[in-house]
């Protein structure tokens, strides 16, 4: 009885070679899921002058070509590092979210630091004069509400 047993554990394990790998089968065409297009973004870029009183300012204008009308406008307010790559690279994530995004220039003419001492001597100096940070915000607003392709009704 042992014996056949045994060879029954033995030709159940040889025998009967069953792939049970993962089979690919087609689903018949009026199954088959439609693929989703992927969104293609067409971030454009602007870098425009403007001004609050007798400071000149950099801005950054990002947004989606691809996209048609108005959207909504956000203002990118630089770290104390001032107008750098990184803000820029924001207004440009917002862009591909659907927003026309502006990066404005709270220091003046651009200004970016490498160096902590650097930053906080222009964080300083802006902040010194309360109004005229006020100021160059509202000037930068001003910049976004006025761009052809922001809905001046909806912006953050």
């Known amino acids: 009885m042992r014996t056949l047993i045994g060879l029954s554990l033995l030709l159940g394990a040889c025998g009967g070679a069953q792939n049970t790998a993962p089979q690919a089968v087609e689903a018949p065409a009026d199954e088959q899921t439609k693929t989703e297009v992927a969104l293609v973004h067409n971030i454009r870029t602007e870098t425009v002058e403007y001004s609050s009183g007798a400071t000149k300012l950099k801005g950054y204008f990002a947004w989606d070509a691809a996209q048609e009308g108005l959207r909504p406008g956000v203002i990118v307010v630089h770290e104390w590092w001032g107008h ?18 502006f990066a404005i220039d709270m220091y003046g003419d651009g200004k970016t630091a490498d160096h902590p001492k650097d930053a906080m001597a222009f964080m300083q100096e802006a902040l010194s004069d309360i109004p005229a940070a006020k100021a160059r915000f509202e000037a930068g607003i001003e910049q976004l509400k006025n761009h052809p392709t922001t809905d001046p009704e909806k912006m953050a």
């Open 84 to 101: 750098n790559d990184y803000v820029q690279a924001r207004a440009r994530k917002l862009a591909e979210e659907g927003y026309t995004a």
